[in-house]
């Protein structure tokens, strides 16, 4: 079992920035460094969406169009933690935003954006104001 713990989030002002982590808790005989994790975010309203993406060593990330040049997704394979940074926050930026790992099986862009991960974090709120 692979549980996920969002934290981070807040309310910002437009411009700022902010980092939000993703601490994994893995049960005997799993291994970290094995899953990829993506972020995902959910406005009101709104479908959960795909924002970024690493692979299992960190050697390859994926970001959707709207944040790429923006944020900035990196992993700590030793703390067992996924971190999302992000620049310059607009208030579409606000959302819930989620967390999820599997295993890294993938290859491009297109499979770790849609993939189904097997593992979702509770969220964390994010919330960026004019």
């Known amino acids: 079992q692979v549980q996920l713990v969002e934290s981070g989030g807040g309310l910002v002002q437009a411009g700022d920035s902010l980092r939000v982590s993703c601490a994994a808790s893995m049960s005997s005989g799993r291994t970290f460094s094995r899953y990829a994790v993506a972020w995902f975010r959910q406005a009101p309203g709104k479908e959960r969406d795909f924002v970024a993406a690493?692979?299992?060593?960190?050697?390859?990330?994926y970001y959707v169009d709207p944040v790429k040049g923006r944020s900035t997704i990196s992993r700590d394979n030793v703390k067992n933690t996924v971190y999302l940074q992000m620049n310059s926050l607009k208030p579409e930026d606000t959302a819930v935003y989620y967390c999820?790992?599997?295993?890294?099986?993938?290859?491009?862009?297109?499979?770790?954006?849609?993939?189904?991960?097997?593992?979702w974090g509770q969220g964390t709120q994010v919330t960026v104001s004019s």
């Open positions: 999820a790992a599997d295993l890294d099986y993938c290859s491009g862009y297109g499979c770790y954006a849609y993939v189904e991960y097997d593992y």
């Open positions: 690493i692979s299992w060593n960190g050697g390859n990330t």
